[in-house]
Structure formats: structure tokens, C-alpha cells
């Protein structure tokens, strides 16, 4: 089998040419980014207008899909009953949330990950180990958007901010890559991305936190969504080179071929699974004090 950084990879969904890492695409790229950031913040808009229940709608979809590409990318492209094991968890963890038993939920998604380790780890060691991790690594996020997202107003603009940040971390980190250029963040992993992509993520966000507050009379003070927007996009961007150290591990290009040439939608929130549950822990352990919406 040729290694990951060669012409072609095979993965859960079978092989796929890897993109030059030196660049070409670069519309491709614009188009995509552009795109997923438009979806992105066409559904934080959504989050506000059409209420919690419709938001535990799209998470729930979400935790189904995201389990099955888990587990198909780990487990070389079977989905089983474990599969659905962890789809059913996911969702119901969510559930658990909605109902203002977040803790729940979290220990559901720890339990399902044992039990899917402890039955399968006879027969299917690796697969099992990483399916189980797959659990909680769709399960904590899904709790902690749900959590977040809560039943009022400032459950709706937190979430808001967050997606719109994720939006424009994503959006702000590949243009000031491709425009400045310079030393890679971590070409072992994600060979296109740049330490100037980070930076210019980091600034892009950090502004949007601002002008939020400033359009939004009920937010945190400026000054605070902007040093949160500053660290959103840092662990934002640490997530999307978690899943590519993932993908690269089983010599996946893509967690699936969900959205035609585009991936699979694990591909496209990477950076939202894991600065959810990275908001939802520094809310619950300061109180939701400091990121509160009046």
C-alpha cells in the first residue's frame, strides 16, 4: 500500500487522488470554503428564527451522519450493528440534552463507547477501540451544541456567534494561506495548511466577535468576543488537523463521499465538533458568566 502522502490513497470509501501540496485548486478551494461558510451561516441565521426544536433536528441528523462516516473511515467502510449502536447513542445523547439532562447524555455515549469496545474488541481490535473513541468524539459535541443552544435568546445568539466564527475561521484561514503563503503549520498532516492561515484566522474571528457585540446590544463586551473569537479559531483549526491526522492514520483523503467532490460532511465541521465541546467545557466550568447574552 503506497503511503498517504503519495498520488493515490485508499481509504473506508476507496482510493482517491490526494490534491498536489503545493497548491492548484485554488478556485476549487474558494468555491468550496465559500459555500460551506454561506451554509453555515444560512443555518446559524436558521438557529434564531425557527427555534430549539428545529436545531435539535439538524444536530440529530447531524450525530447519524457523522457516526456513520466515523465508523465506516475506521472501521474499512463496514457500519454493522455497531454503527448503529453509535448513531442511536449519538441521537439520543442529543435528546438527553434537549431535555436538560446533558449529563445524561455524556454518560450514555461513555457507556455505549464500552460496550462497543468490550463486544467488539475481540474480533475487530483496532476497529473497536477507534469506533468506541468515535462515540464520544460525536457525542460530547453533539451534548454540547445542544446544551449550549439551550430554549431562550441567549442560547440563540451563542450559537449564532459560534457557527459564525467557525465560518470565518474556515473562510479566513484558507485566504490568508493561499495569499501569504510561508512555513506550514503541519505539512505532515494537512500540507496546505500555513502558521499565516492560523493568524489571519485568528484576527478574521477575533473582528467578527467584535462587530457581533457591536450589532448585538445583548452580547458580551467587544473586547470579550473578541479574545474569544481569537481562541475559537485556534482550536477550531486544532480540530480540522485532528480529523486529518484521523483520515491520514487509515489513508483516508476523505471521511466519506457524502457532498459529490467535496467529501463527507465530517469533513466540513471539523473545527465546529471540536470548538463546541471546547465552549460548552468554558461555560460549565465558569458559570456562563462571561460569555452570557443578557
Same mark, same amino acid.
Given at each position: 500500500m503506497r503511503s498517504p502522502s503519495s498520488d493515490v490513497v485508499s481509504g473506508a470509501t476507496g482510493p482517491r487522488p490526494v490534491e498536489p501540496a503545493g497548491g492548484g485548486g485554488w478556485a476549487q478551494g474558494l468555491r468550496l470554503r465559500t459555500i460551506y461558510g454561506t451554509l453555515l451561516a444560512a443555518l446559524a441565521v436558521a438557529v434564531v428564527l425557527l427555534g430549539d426544536r428545529v436545531f435539535l433536528g439538524f444536530v440529530a441528523v447531524g450525530a447519524a451522519i457523522l457516526s456513520w462516516e466515523w465508523m465506516r473511515l475506521c472501521r474499512a467502510g463496514r457500519f454493522g450493528r455497531l454503527g448503529l449502536v453509535a448513531a442511536a447513542s449519538t441521537v439520543a445523547a442529543a435528546i438527553l440534552a434537549f431535555a436538560d439532562r446533558p449529563a445524561w447524555g455524556i454518560a450514555l455515549c461513555v457507556a455505549a463507547a464500552v460496550a462497543v469496545h468490550v463486544v467488539a474488541r475481540r474480533s475487530d481490535p483496532q476497529g473497536?477501540?477507534?469506533?468506541?473513541?468515535?462515540?464520544?468524539?460525536?457525542?460530547?459535541? !453533539? +451534548? $454540547?451544541?445542544?446544551?449550549?443552544?439551550?430554549?431562550?435568546?441567549?442560547g440563540e445568539r451563542l450559537i449564532a456567534w459560534l457557527m459564525l466564527s467557525v465560518a470565518v475561521t474556515d473562510i479566513a484561514a484558507f485566504f490568508a494561506g493561499r495569499l501569504i503563503g510561508g512555513p506550514k503549520l503541519a505539512p505532515r498532516l494537512s500540507p496546505k495548511k500555513t502558521w499565516a492561515g492560523l493568524v489571519g484566522a485568528m484576527v478574521a474571528t477575533g473582528l467578527c466577535g467584535a462587530v457581533f457585540a457591536a450589532l448585538d446590544p445583548t452580547a458580551p463586551r467587544a473586547a470579550t468576543l473578541a479574545v474569544a473569537g481569537v481562541v475559537l479559531a485556534v482550536v477550531a483549526q486544532a480540530g480540522d488537523l485532528f480529523e486529518s491526522a484521523v483520515k491520514r492514520h487509515f489513508g483516508a483523503k476523505d471521511a466519506s463521499q457524502l457532498i459529490p467532490g467535496h467529501g463527507g460532511l465530517l469533513d466540513r465541521v471539523d473545527g465546529l !465538533? +471540536? $470548538?463546541?465541546g471546547a465552549l460548552a467545557f468554558f461555560q460549565g466550568l465558569t458559570g456562563g458568566g462571561l460569555l452570557a447574552w443578557q
Amino acid at each position: 500500500m503506497r503511503s498517504p502522502s503519495s498520488d493515490v490513497v485508499s481509504g473506508a470509501t476507496g482510493p482517491r487522488p490526494v490534491e498536489p501540496a503545493g497548491g492548484g485548486g485554488w478556485a476549487q478551494g474558494l468555491r468550496l470554503r465559500t459555500i460551506y461558510g454561506t451554509l453555515l451561516a444560512a443555518l446559524a441565521v436558521a438557529v434564531v428564527l425557527l427555534g430549539d426544536r428545529v436545531f435539535l433536528g439538524f444536530v440529530a441528523v447531524g450525530a447519524a451522519i457523522l457516526s456513520w462516516e466515523w465508523m465506516r473511515l475506521c472501521r474499512a467502510g463496514r457500519f454493522g450493528r455497531l454503527g448503529l449502536v453509535a448513531a442511536a447513542s449519538t441521537v439520543a445523547a442529543a435528546i438527553l440534552a434537549f431535555a436538560d439532562r446533558p449529563a445524561w447524555g455524556i454518560a450514555l455515549c461513555v457507556a455505549a463507547a464500552v460496550a462497543v469496545h468490550v463486544v467488539a474488541r475481540r474480533s475487530d481490535p483496532q476497529g473497536a477501540g477507534w469506533g468506541a473513541a468515535g462515540i464520544v468524539y460525536v457525542g460530547l459535541p !453533539v +451534548v $454540547a451544541l445542544v446544551w449550549l443552544r439551550g430554549h431562550d435568546a441567549s442560547g440563540e445568539r451563542l450559537i449564532a456567534w459560534l457557527m459564525l466564527s467557525v465560518a470565518v475561521t474556515d473562510i479566513a484561514a484558507f485566504f490568508a494561506g493561499r495569499l501569504i503563503g510561508g512555513p506550514k503549520l503541519a505539512p505532515r498532516l494537512s500540507p496546505k495548511k500555513t502558521w499565516a492561515g492560523l493568524v489571519g484566522a485568528m484576527v478574521a474571528t477575533g473582528l467578527c466577535g467584535a462587530v457581533f457585540a457591536a450589532l448585538d446590544p445583548t452580547a458580551p463586551r467587544a473586547a470579550t468576543l473578541a479574545v474569544a473569537g481569537v481562541v475559537l479559531a485556534v482550536v477550531a483549526q486544532a480540530g480540522d488537523l485532528f480529523e486529518s491526522a484521523v483520515k491520514r492514520h487509515f489513508g483516508a483523503k476523505d471521511a466519506s463521499q457524502l457532498i459529490p467532490g467535496h467529501g463527507g460532511l465530517l469533513d466540513r465541521v471539523d473545527g465546529l !465538533v +471540536v $470548538a463546541a465541546g471546547a465552549l460548552a467545557f468554558f461555560q460549565g466550568l465558569t458559570g456562563g458568566g462571561l460569555l452570557a447574552w443578557q
